[in-house]
Structure formats: C-alpha cells, structure tokens
C-alpha cells in the first residue's frame, strides 16, 4: 500500500493544495471553500449585472488568489441562469496574435454555450456550425502546420505559414455575434469569459501587447460577453494605456489586496475540515501563529506559502509525530535546501548581491533605492534585477506611479532566516 502522509493528521490528501476553486458541483475543490474578499466580488458582479457588457481587469501580485476569485465571482454571477460561464478559459501565451486570441475566444464562448444549454436547441443553430466549423479549420490548419515543421511527408501537408489561408477579423466579430445572438434567443442575458494570466502578453514584447488590444477591440465590445482579465499589478498602466480607444472602455482596474493572516488561517482550517477522514479527529498539520508570521515573510504571496508548507510537511511530517509544525521547525527545515536551490540559480556575483540585500533589513524597495546598498550603477542594479526574478529571488510587488516597488520573495528570506514579524492571531 502507498502511505499517506495526511492519514495521522485526519486528512484525506493535502490541504496545501494550490490550483484554484471549481464552481462545479462535485468538485475535488469546491468553490465553498473560498474565502475573503466578498466586496470586491460584490462590486464585480454589480458591474455585469448593470450592463450588457463589460471588461474588467483583476489585477494584483503573483500569487495572490486571482484566477479563484474570479471563479468565485462567476459562480457568483452564474446562480442567475441569465448568465452562464464555463471552467475553460482563455490560454493567454507570450506573442499571442490576433487571430490566436480570436480563435480562444471562439472556443471559450462555444464551450461555454455547448456544456450550458441543451443539445437538442443549439444542434440546428447556424451560428453553432459556423462556429464549429471555424475551430475545425484553425485545427486543421494547426496540425497541417505542426506535420511540417516535423519533416514529414508531403502528402500530410508541407504548405509554408505564410501560405496558409488566415481567417479575416471580421469573420472572428461575425462568429462571436452570432454566438451571443444564439445565446439570447435562449434567454442568455450574458456569458462570463475569463483570461488568465495576461502578463504573459507584455513581458516578453510590450509593443505587441499593446497593438494585440488595439486589434480585438471591436471583440471586447460586443453586448452579453463579460470580460474577467487576470494580471499582475501594472497590466492595465502598461498595456492598455498606449491607445486612447481602448482605455477608454475599460474601467479603473480591481486591484486585490493580499489576504489578512486571519483569513489564511480560516481559509486553511475551511480546507481541513472539507478533507476530514470521516471519523477521524482533524490535527492541523501546522499550527496558527507559524501561518500568521509565514505569510508575513511572502508578503501575501499564498501560493508561495502553501509550498513552502508542503514542502516543510515532506521534511517534518510522518506518521510518528504529529503534532502540529511550529515556525522554530519549518525556517530550520527548509532554509538548507532553499538556499542550495538559489546557489544553483544565480551566479556567485548574483547570490553575494541578494544575501547583502537580505541583511539590508528593506521589506520593500525600488532599484534607485539599492544603489548605496550595493554599491552598484542604476544600469548592473536593472541588470541584476532583471537576473534574480525569474531566479525566484525578488518580485514585483506593485507600481506606485513610475515607480516598480520590488521585495524579496518568501522562497529567498527562509533561504537567508529572513523573518517578518507576524502578527498574533486573534
């Protein structure tokens, strides 16, 4: 037999769990198990229901809880079944094109019609064949595409990308309307389309993200679709701010704020209770006060936090000892092996930089704000900026005007025994 770590602790799998909530009955991961945040989904929904479309975009640190709010705001939004959604979102990917976002689109609004509404009304209906049919064409053409670039034989497609028909924008807006078009005949006041992660889009060309919006534009306004935009903090000051015409159709941003400790907290014991072993007595794998000053230390960064827990809890736990981990247990635990990990992640220059900024005592700082620190031109300091973030060293916190205000990630102050004082749970 496998063993189960959690089985000691009362627990059917691990409550550490990081992908987000599903509003679908029966899920592994309920979206009742949500918790905090209920004005700002109070203030998204009012939006959707006071308008025949609308655009919004959640913005806020990675880590944070974005793509579960915004599942909780469409189950929200959905318990009116004027309004449907579907778990499928839009696939943001760096370089996405018109045409590529055109196609997501499609695809998210036909699931979303198809897995929603009976399949004897929507069989005969013009736009659901074209619609399909559009789908059908672009993964043909996809896979054509994918046969050559692999070298294989002529007979299954070796046509150039640049020979390959590309469908017109106006065949995208003509599809969508006739999707909307159908929907409402069916009593649809509207459909929640949701895309994650659009970073993605302007961190590797800002350009190419701007003039992505500035295309799909005519999309974004057709009346029934909602848009639920998920970003770090900065998306909508450095995307959408270059062209007048698209600013101007989105609202100010919804900004999250990081959970309070007592929230995560709740959000944790919520979370034992759903995976309780029947008959089993529940004990929590860590105790309250080493939550409360380890989300301290991730600045509000839970998914980072609830690795770290596993991780500990692959350390620690066994079947031996359970009582509860303290935070005099997880920093020892983990500290060896996390700052192995960096060592191997950054150059020796790199790891001497970041260990001198650990001891700086800076819980947030700009670059400018580094040069006495290290001793370093505003150039090395953007350059080696540039080199600890995707080394899980430093992040992006928030923009405050101009100014990118950065920290030190949780993974980097349990690797250096930076400790946050936490605050004492009530």
Avoid at 236 to 258: G, K, M
Wanted: net charge neutral; aromatic share 8%; hydrophobic share 35%.
């Amino acid at each position: 037999m496998i063993p189960n770590l959690w089985t000691p602790y009362g627990l059917r799998s691990s409550p550490f769990f990081q992908d987000p909530l599903d509003p679908n009955e029966g899920a592994l991961h309920p979206i009742s198990l949500f918790v905090g945040r209920k004005t700002d989904a109070t203030r998204l929904t009012t939006r959707i229901g006071s308008n025949e479309g609308s655009r919004a975009t959640v913005e806020g640190q990675a880590g944070l809880g974005k793509t579960t709010f915004i599942q909780f705001v469409k189950s929200r939004a959905t318990e009116s079944s004027q309004y449907l959604s579907h778990t499928r979102h839009i696939r943001v990917t760096s370089g996405m094109t018109q045409e590529a976002f055109g196609i997501e689109l499609v695809k998210t609004v036909l699931s979303t019609l198809t897995s929603n509404l009976p399949e004897r009304k929507l069989r005969r209906r013009a736009a659901i064949r074209a619609a399909q049919k559009l789908v059908e064409e672009n993964e043909k053409r996809s896979w054509s595409a994918g046969v050559s670039a692999f070298g294989v034989g002529a007979s299954l497609g070796t046509a150039k990308s640049s020979d390959r028909p590309t469908f017109p924008p106006t065949q995208f807006f003509e599809v969508l309307s006739g999707l909307v078009a159908c929907a409402r005949k069916e009593g649809v006041t509207g459909m929640l389309i949701h895309a994650d992660n659009m970073e993605n889009l302007f961190e590797s060309d800002l350009d190419l993200a701007q003039h992505l919006f500035r295309d799909v534009r005519d999309y974004l306004l057709i009346p029934g679709l909602h848009y639920l935009f998920a970003a770090t903090t900065g998306f909508q000051a450095e995307v959408l701010s270059r062209f007048p015409q698209v600013l101007s159709i989105f609202p100010d941003p919804l900004v999250l704020s990081p959970l309070s400790p007592n929230e995560v907290v709740e959000l944790l014991h919520k979370r034992y209770r759903h995976l309780q072993i029947p008959g089993s007595k529940i004990v929590p794998p860590v105790t309250d006060d080493a939550v409360h000053t380890l989300f301290g230390n991730y600045h509000g960064d839970l998914r980072g936090m609830l690795t770290a827990l596993g991780d500990a809890c692959e350390e620690l736990l066994s079947s031996s000892n359970t009582k509860p981990m303290t935070l005099d247990r997880i920093q020892p635990a983990l500290s060896p092996s996390y700052r192995d990990r960096l060592m191997q992640t950054t150059t020796p220059s790199m790891f001497s930089h970041l260990e001198t900024i650990a001891g700086s005592g800076l819980k947030e700082f700009r670059q400018t704000d580094l040069t006495e620190v290290l001793k370093l031109t505003p150039g090395r300091i953007n350059q080696l900026f540039q080199d600890l973030i995707p080394a899980r060293a430093i992040r992006l916190v928030e923009t405050r005007g101009r100014s990118k205000i950065f920290s030190l990630t949780g993974y980097a102050r349990i690797a250096f025994g930076v400790e946050e004082p936490g605050s004492t749970p009530s």
